[in-house]
């Protein structure tokens, strides 16, 4: 299965600034998704990253508070614009590879967000 | 109606128990279906499919009935180290994964 480097790990923010998250992947996948998943919750689909494109975003989330990017197969970035402290949170990237028979989904580390 | 619905839990149960998830899902064309585990701290990672044919790995036993749109999970002889979040999860049409809330399970000895 592909294996996901996702920057920063963690972070400490001031509100009102902006966080920009990073995933890099190992090799080319099919999908690339972003979660946020608050304390103690299970996670909620933020949006798709499209190559190439604008991400599909679901209810709830719109891009300009997270601008996301997929300019190639391997890599993503969400941002988390003008902070605030509802925004702290895991944000994790996932990925997956449309293989025949196989849909396996891999989840970055996830980016520990704390806004102060 | 959550479209993934768990046990809320905790469940504590003593080391050796066999314990059981179960799971329902509210949209017939699902697709495909998971069982994935949650360590705290840590990002879920794939635990099992489940098959429509039921399946085990080692320990571990995952059923699924389209019919009732039901899925199970159960673990037999519980080890310390199987503590965590056990998050049911189900793909749509769209390859996107919907959510259960997870059920956190402490094994005790």
């Known amino acids: 299965s592909a294996v996901i480097s996702q920057k920063p790990s963690r972070d400490i923010c001031q509100r009102g600034t902006s966080l920009t998250i990073q995933c890099q992947v190992d090799?080319?996948?099919?999908?690339m998704f972003w979660y946020r998943q608050q304390p103690g919750q299970s996670l909620t689909l933020i949006a798709t990253?499209?190559?190439?494109?604008?991400?599909?975003?679901e209810s709830g989330f719109v891009i300009d508070k997270f601008p996301i990017s997929r300019p190639n197969l391997t890599f993503s970035t969400l941002t988390v614009s003008n902070m605030s402290p509802e925004d702290s949170s895991i944000y994790l990237c996932?990925?997956?590879?449309?293989?025949?028979?196989?849909?396996?989904?891999?989840f970055g580390s996830g980016t520990r967000l704390t806004v102060v | 109606r959550k479209e993934v619905e768990q046990d809320p839990g905790p469940f504590n149960v003593p080391e050796g128990a066999t314990v059981a998830f179960n799971c329902t899902y509210s949209?017939?064309?699902?697709?495909?279906f998971f069982w994935y585990r949650q360590d705290c701290r840590k990002e879920p990672k794939l635990l099992m499919s489940v098959y429509s044919s039921g399946n085990e790995d080692g320990r571990f036993t995952a059923q699924l009935n389209r019919a009732s749109q039901y899925i199970s999970l159960l673990i037999r002889d519980s080890k310390l180290s199987d503590s965590a979040t056990y998050l049911c999860?189900?793909?749509?049409?769209?390859?996107?994964?919907?959510w259960g809330a997870g059920t956190k399970l402490i094994i005790k000895p």
């Open positions: 090799s080319q996948v099919t999908m």
């Open positions: 990253a499209n190559q190439g494109s604008e991400a599909t975003y």
């Open positions: 996932s990925v997956v590879t449309l293989t025949t028979g196989n849909y396996g989904y891999t």
């Open positions: 999860v189900v793909r749509d049409s769209n390859y996107q994964l919907i």
């Open positions: 949209n017939s064309a699902s697709q495909s």
